[in-house]
């Protein structure tokens, strides 16, 4: 498999500490010591993402999923573990090589507007990578907008509008042409439907799947959406409180999801197809990261939770092949 | 048409929202009827009216909007005639309204208690203290609020988005209103607590026989929630009727584009169905109807006048080449 990973994440881990605000630091001077507060968002990951690949990384706000894009990207540093590249520890990589990673792995956001300078028309947004980094002759810039424009649907005549000239689906499409600008052959894609309307967010996720077979991508798709991610992924990661629970082939998940999580997530998605249904919801709220429970993290909210679950925390472990979840219950031995 | 069991009956509502470029219809011509303890899902896309809807009911649509025509009658009364004070006593008694954000509803420098006995005091001001917080703990407690009577002193900061939304389902059903008109409630929330609402939701309507009009986006939820659908698109409802009426054969092709959209509905892997081009702004509307630049199975007369409401049983449509797909 490994001949062929692009990215390969090793017990990746990134903590926040926040700044202690002014009466903290005023009790520290006293001598006063004071708790810390740390925020374990993404705590113990490993993924590997073969060339080709989409993976969709799903899970509720603050279970780390955009944490662990970023640094998938490059944005952030881990606080422990390891991103190789293409073989290679990111951390490590200098000059021609770290240029590949950074221009080579690239990544939309959520909010187009909000990633999108309002005082630059398209063509300066869209140019600048390649002026920046060189890749192109001042007198090609123009062509390779176009060029870009075009892959994403857009016509040339877009290339002199102002971000708030163009509809939050337009925005997007912007917002992909600008990572396609440098010829990346990564995306990492943090919920990039998640504000459209769906007539939109149909025409956004074709564009994907028409990328994807045009220059062979390998997407990490980050989404609360799990219709989304049924439809364009290929393997599915479910994330809780900095932990993938559960992962597997996008059918298998769906067809057998294994850990109770993943189970109350499908059963909480909202179908179409279903009418008139009495809803029995999962108890409790989603814990803060900040104050995680002990042992398996689901353990205060799971209907099958046991003892050792409140001591212990599963480990993700394979049940079937290529199919890995960390639950209990999955441990005959233990009974 | 049980007459006695109708609630509200919205007749030609039209809010205008007044410009230097004129006065354009964000909600133009809407009809739709709410009986006693049924849930009405009214759905469309951003910008389609839907929400401005919602708020022309209760007379909460703001200056340079102005609600132009219709009569909104709940319960034999015209609200669209009625002065600010009489619309005041109504709501947050008969009729409640529950926002997108809770953080819209909750005063951020009042604890919650306060803000949910004054909900009682202002309608009941002969209600004692300790009546009130033993109602306002209850309210608490049918949402799902552990130890509700310490939370009471609780300003909303301290509360989850969750729970927050909860506190303002709870408000919203202090009194027992006959009518809960919800504005994307569940939007901002995650699909785990998104099912701990609905559930409540359901419970609380099923339980004291409140009518509930759940405006959303979301196909899926109103799939699963509601007795009846609206379907809005460019400020009119193109079609309308019961659930599986609705969403199990579509007349009108918006509908099926829709529902066609959305990835559950699709094999995996395979390329979506897709609505082609964007929702017409106020200002570029069509004459005739507002889908025909969208519109697979358009007609020379479609660009002419738009097509009146054609009224088949419980349903209803507006489209001159309606789809034929009979429920199965």
């Excluded at chain 1, 509809?167 to 917002?175: A, D, K, V």
């Excluded at chain 2, 069991?5 to 739709?32: I, Q, S, Y």
């Amino acid at each position: 498999m490994s001949d062929t990973a692009v990215i390969e994440l090793r017990d990746l881990r990134k903590r926040f500490e926040p700044r202690p605000d002014l009466a903290q630091r005023i009790l520290t001077m006293a001598g006063k010591t004071m708790p810390k507060r740390t925020v374990h968002a993404v705590n113990g990951v490993d993924l590997t993402l073969a060339r080709g690949e989409v993976v969709g990384l799903v899970g509720e706000s603050g279970c780390g999923k955009s944490t662990l894009g970023r640094m998938v990207a490059g944005l952030i540093r881990p606080t422990e573990g390891t991103v190789t590249y293409k073989g290679r520890d990111a951390a490590t990589l200098t000059g021609r090589d770290k240029l590949d990673y950074t221009l080579g792995v690239q990544m939309i956001f959520q909010d187009p507007q909000a990633s999108l300078n309002p005082r630059q028309r398209l063509h300066k947004i869209l140019g600048e990578s390649l002026r920046v980094h060189k890749l192109a002759a001042a007198k090609d810039v123009p062509a390779r907008v176009d060029q870009a424009l075009s892959e994403v649907g857009l016509s040339a005549e877009y290339r002199d509008r102002f971000p708030h000239q163009i509809s939050g689906g337009q925005r997007q499409r912007i917002g992909i042409a600008r990572a396609l600008m440098v010829q990346p052959s990564f995306l990492v894609c943090d919920e990039p439907v998640a504000a459209l309307d769906v007539s939109i967010q149909a025409q956004v996720i074709n564009l994907f799947m028409d990328l994807r077979d045009r220059h062979g991508f390998t997407y990490l798709f980050i989404s609360h959406d799990l219709g989304v991610v049924r439809h364009i992924s290929d393997r599915v990661a479910i994330m809780y409180l900095g932990r993938i629970v559960e992962i597997a082939p996008a059918r298998e998940i769906f067809a057998r999801a294994n850990h109770p999580y993943t189970q109350a997530l499908l059963t909480e998605m909202p179908n179409v197809a279903q009418r008139g249904r009495n809803f029995t919801p999962i108890k409790g709220e989603i814990p803060s990261p900040l104050n995680p429970p002990s042992g398996c993290t689901f353990h205060p909210r799971c209907p099958h939770a046991m003892p050792r679950c409140k001591v212990e925390a599963p480990k993700l472990e394979d049940i079937a092949p290529g199919h890995r979840s960390a639950c209990f219950l999955n441990d005959t031995s233990a009974a | 048409m049980s007459q006695d069991k109708t609630l509200l009956d919205v007749r030609g509502l039209r809010t205008a929202f007044h410009t230097e470029a004129g006065a354009w219809p964000a909600v133009d011509g809407v009809d739709f009827t709410v009986r006693r303890g049924e849930i009405v899902g009214l759905v469309g896309e951003s910008g389609s009216g839907k929400s401005v809807t919602g708020f022309s009911l209760i007379g909460l649509i703001d200056p340079p909007g102005e609600v132009v025509a219709g009569e909104v009658i709940f319960d034999g009364v015209d609200l669209c005639k009625q002065t600010e004070e009489q619309l005041r006593k109504l709501r947050g008694d008969r009729i409640a309204m529950i926002f997108q954000d809770p953080l819209m509803t909750l005063n951020p420098v009042l604890k919650v208690g306060e803000q949910m006995r004054e909900a009682i005091f202002t309608h009941y001001p002969k209600t004692t203290r300790k009546q009130a917080d033993a109602r306002c703990v209850e309210a608490l407690e049918m949402v799902g609020i552990p130890s509700a009577a310490t939370r009471l002193d609780n300003y909303p900061h301290e509360f989850s988005g969750g729970m927050r939304q909860r506190v303002a389902i709870a408000i919203a059903m202090l009194n027992q209103p006959e009518l809960i008109i919800a504005d994307e409630p569940t939007t901002a929330l995650d699909v785990t607590i998104q099912g701990q609402i609905l559930y409540q939701m359901q419970k609380l309507c099923r339980a004291h026989d409140t009518a509930l009009i759940w405006i959303t986006h979301d196909l899926g939820v109103v799939a699963e929630l509601a007795d009846r659908v609206a379907v809005m698109y460019a400020g009119r409802i193109v079609e309308t009727g019961t659930v599986d009426e609705v969403l199990s054969a579509p007349r009108h092709p918006y509908t099926r584009g829709l529902l066609d959209s959305m990835p559950s509905t699709a094999e995996p892997g395979q390329r979506l169905h897709q609505i082609d081009g964007m929702a017409p702004t106020l200002a570029g509307r069509e004459i005739g109807c507002a889908f025909r630049p969208r519109c697979p199975n358009a007609i020379a007369r479609c660009a002419e006048v738009p097509p009146e409401n054609t009224v088949e049983g419980e349903r209803s449509y507006r489209c001159y080449v309606p789809l034929v797909q009979e429920l199965v």
